[in-house]
């Protein structure tokens, strides 16, 4: 059954995705808005943030906006403290969350990126590039 409700929700959510894809595009490109890192959400995770990921285990922390980055901010440091040579790698949702996590990470050895949207593709590309082994989602939006 519960292969049944996966492969479902993975048929209707890539449909919708790939339905509502195109004029989502043609409406950033032609507003401006939502266009900033469009290629992370998508699940292309930059080459640089890849190579700031050295050590082991490597920890994704996902905080989907304000309130997750400043729990996040505590976690990282705790981790840190534990495990100093693990690579950790924050992910948000929204834009007021990616800037505040860009602020109190900056310099810091913690890259940020934008969460992928969830389509099957975007998700196994980013968890393909990242190969994280640890996923921590401290907050999920359905």
């Not at 810091?108 to 389509?119: A, H, L």
């Amino acid at each position: 059954m519960n292969t049944l409700m996966y492969r479902a929700y993975t048929v209707l959510g890539g449909g919708v995705f790939l339905s509502c894809f195109p004029p989502f595009f043609l409406y950033t490109q032609l507003s401006g808005r939502y266009g900033n890192h469009l290629q992370e959400r998508l699940g292309y995770v930059p080459r640089k943030v890849i190579r700031k990921l050295e050590g082991a285990p490597r920890i994704w922390l996902h905080a989907v906006s304000l309130g997750e980055v400043r729990v996040a901010v505590s976690i990282v440091k705790a981790l840190y403290e534990l495990m100093p040579e693990c690579s950790i790698l924050v992910s948000t949702t929204t834009e007021h969350g990616r800037e505040l996590a860009g602020e109190v990470f900056s310099g810091s050895k913690t890259p940020v990126i934008y969460g992928p949207v969830d389509f099957v593709g975007s998700v196994r590309m980013a968890m393909a590039r990242v190969r994280p082994d640890v996923v921590a989602f401290l907050e999920t939006e359905i």
